[in-house]
């Protein structure tokens, strides 16, 4: 394996481990979900703009015909953390666990029937450990409440935005480097997650220090450091084979009522 296809395996792992803390970070937090997902939009973005500024700098200028791709990631990523966060306060742990696994399936039909890609064995196999990993986990608490109400589709719909973000960002990271990439679906993902809370009725202000350092934690680890990693690995890897291995099995130590972002 050379240097340059060794790189996009340990972004891969890098991403997948930080993106595995954002539910511990969350859980401390006492604010809602939606608000969790709007300060880690938000902050992560400022962090990340001298890294853009930079990059305007020294590379090319991003063409205008590409920008609107991860803007439209950004506007996904919104929704899927709206979506997954109140999921959890209308169903079970184990249900929103589930059915956001559904996401490498739907990454399959899209992949299949709109961009007409030959999935290999490898997707296959990483699809079927992802979806036993987490029915093993989590699989007594959902055949004790089977029921499927608001919250599960809430958190399908979730899944539908993650998978939807991950074929965006395939495409995107083909024409515009990580960095400017991530700070753009930054900018898309804060407005749309400030316009969510704001139709929520979430108040922006009134939380605890442990909080605000949560906030700034997960702004780091979670998004910074596990969407940046991901995005990058995204450039080399078909959608297909990232999204089994970043899936919502992630989040199984979710508890009932906890509004967390995912």
Do not use: C
Not at 184 to 204: P, W
């Amino acid at each position: 394996m050379n240097q340059n296809r060794f790189f996009p395996y340990i972004a891969l792992a890098i991403g997948i481990t930080a993106l595995s803390l954002s539910a511990m970070f969350v859980r401390w937090s006492d604010a809602p979900g939606p608000m969790t997902g709007f300060y880690r939009v938000l902050i992560s973005t400022f962090f990340l703009t001298p890294f853009f500024l930079r990059q305007q700098k020294i590379l090319e200028p991003i063409d205008k015909k590409y920008l609107a791709i991860p803007l439209i990631a950004g506007i996904f990523t919104a929704f899927d953390f709206a979506f997954w966060n109140s999921s959890l306060k209308y169903t079970t742990a184990a249900n929103a666990t589930l059915l956001g696994n559904t996401s490498p399936l739907w990454v399959a039909l899209f992949a299949l029937f709109f961009f007409r890609e030959k999935l290999r064995g490898i997707f296959w196999m990483g699809l079927a450990l992802a979806l036993a990993g987490a029915a093993l986990v989590m699989g007594s608490d959902f055949l004790t409440h089977p029921t499927l109400g608001i919250g599960d589709l809430m958190a399908s719909t979730a899944a539908i935005f993650y998978a939807s973000y991950q074929l965006t960002t395939q495409r995107g990271r083909r024409h515009i480097d990580p960095f400017r990439y991530m700070w753009l679906v930054g900018v898309s993902a804060t407005l749309g997650m400030f316009i969510i809370n704001i139709v929520l009725g979430y108040s922006f202000t009134g939380y605890s220090t442990q909080t605000w350092i949560i906030f700034f934690v997960t702004a780091i680890i979670s998004q910074m450091i596990g969407y940046l990693a991901i995005t990058y690995a995204l450039g080399h890897f078909p959608a297909s084979i990232v999204s089994p291995h970043t899936d919502r099995s992630t989040h199984s130590d979710h508890h009932p009522g906890d509004s967390s972002a995912g």
